[in-house]
């Protein structure tokens, strides 16, 4: 089923302000008990308590990409002072997932044309990633959502056309993603994907975490469910890995293909009732507009 793009820019950040949300650790066990979003204090929450540094470094980029019309880094890096100048001393410090989130609106901005979304994306990137590596997760995220975004997605061939599209092979996060390509083929649960790329983290030498799981974890979220908005960001939130990151990229990747119209009504009159939340919808709008 065709969405409206204007419903799908909504659904991509709502979605990941959502995913984020029921992925924090303050909001799990309590929140996700009963899969329902509960946010404290709706009522007197700022974006900065409510937002992941990398979210309000996204929400920065949605702003900057509207005002200038096209991508200025100084004036997103700016923009980002301002609104809390803490986020000045994450330059050069993100991993690969972290990367991925902050640059969202880009993925969305950028979606028409594959080769200025990997050059735009890049040079995103390169202003808040850790190593140059890291740009590899951005672009896989940001394909995937072009692909939705211009109607051309296969779920079964999803993951190795964004293989094709990264242009590099072995590589950690290409591993990861042939990995949970194989599992879904063969129906592997969650656990078992989560236990096998676990396994695979730590050969690697990341026993606490690799960013490139928590990418790869989004993927089979999404792709294993991509009809249920709902099912797809409880488990990435459930699944303990990163979660917060992990959720927010899958609410982003379900929540473009389904729209904001296929984030349960529940979810969005709870966000609806924050500040952050209703931002979220109306910078999707002026975006496109853009």
Same mark, same amino acid.
């Given at each position: 089923?065709?969405?409206?793009?204007?419903?799908?820019?909504?659904?991509?950040?709502?979605?990941?302000?959502?995913?984020?949300?029921?992925?924090?650790?303050?909001?799990?066990?309590?929140?996700?008990?009963?899969?329902?979003?509960?946010l404290?204090?709706?009522?007197?929450?700022?974006?900065?308590?409510?937002?992941?540094?990398?979210?309000?470094?996204?929400?920065?980029g949605?702003?900057?990409?509207?005002?200038?019309?096209?991508?200025?880094?100084?004036d997103?890096?700016?923009?980002?002072?301002?609104?809390?100048?803490?986020?000045?001393?994450?330059?050069?410090?993100?991993?690969?997932?972290?990367?991925?989130?902050?640059?969202?609106?880009?993925?969305?901005?950028?979606?028409?044309?594959?080769?200025?979304?990997?050059?735009?994306?890049?040079?995103?990137?390169?202003?808040?990633?850790?190593?140059?590596?890291a740009?590899?997760g951005?672009?896989?995220?940001?394909?995937?959502?072009?692909?939705? $975004?211009?109607?051309?997605? /296969? +779920?079964?061939?999803?993951?190795? &056309?964004?293989?094709?599209?990264?242009?590099? =092979? *072995? !590589?950690?996060?290409?591993?990861?993603?042939?990995?949970?390509?194989?599992?879904?083929?063969?129906?592997?649960?969650?656990?078992?994907?989560?236990?096998?790329?676990?396994?695979?983290?730590?050969?690697?030498?990341?026993p606490?975490?690799?960013?490139?799981?928590?990418?790869?974890?989004?993927?089979?979220?999404? $792709?294993n469910?991509?009809? /249920? +908005?709902?099912?797809?960001?409880? &488990?990435?939130?459930?699944?303990?890995?990163? =979660? *917060? !990151?992990?959720a927010?990229?899958?609410?982003?990747?379900?929540?473009?293909?389904?729209?904001?119209?296929?984030?349960?009504?529940?979810?969005?009159?709870?966000?609806?009732?924050?500040?952050p939340?209703?931002?979220?919808?109306?910078?999707?709008?002026?975006?496109?507009?853009?």
């Amino acid at each position: 089923m065709q969405y409206s793009l204007v419903s799908r820019f909504r659904g991509a950040l709502l979605g990941s302000f959502v995913g984020e949300i029921l992925g924090s650790v303050s909001c799990q066990g309590r929140v996700l008990d009963k899969a329902t979003l509960t946010l404290p204090n709706v009522g007197d929450a700022q974006p900065s308590q409510m937002l992941s540094d990398w979210s309000q470094i996204a929400t920065c980029g949605t702003e900057s990409l509207i005002r200038r019309g096209t991508l200025d880094v100084e004036d997103w890096v700016l923009h980002a002072g301002m609104m809390q100048s803490s986020l000045l001393l994450l330059k050069t410090t993100a991993s690969s997932n972290e990367v991925a989130v902050a640059t969202l609106p880009m993925a969305l901005f950028f979606h028409e044309d594959e080769i200025k979304l990997r050059q735009q994306l890049l040079q995103a990137a390169a202003v808040w990633q850790q190593h140059s590596e890291a740009s590899e997760g951005v672009l896989a995220v940001a394909y995937a959502i072009a692909l939705i $975004l211009t109607e051309k997605l /296969d +779920f079964t061939t999803l993951i190795p &056309r964004t293989i094709a599209y990264l242009g590099t =092979s *072995q !590589t950690p996060l290409v591993q990861q993603l042939e990995q949970v390509q194989t599992l879904i083929e063969q129906g592997g649960g969650l656990d078992t994907t989560l236990s096998q790329l676990r396994r695979d983290a730590q050969r690697r030498g990341n026993p606490s975490g690799c960013p490139y799981t928590s990418i790869a974890l989004a993927f089979y979220c999404f $792709l294993n469910t991509p009809e /249920d +908005f709902r099912l797809c960001v409880t &488990r990435a939130a459930l699944s303990g890995y990163q =979660s *917060q !990151t992990t959720a927010a990229l899958t609410g982003a990747l379900s929540g473009v293909y389904n729209s904001v119209t296929g984030i349960p009504v529940g979810w969005r009159l709870a966000a609806n009732q924050t500040i952050p939340g209703v931002q979220q919808l109306q910078l999707a709008e002026s975006l496109l507009a853009v």
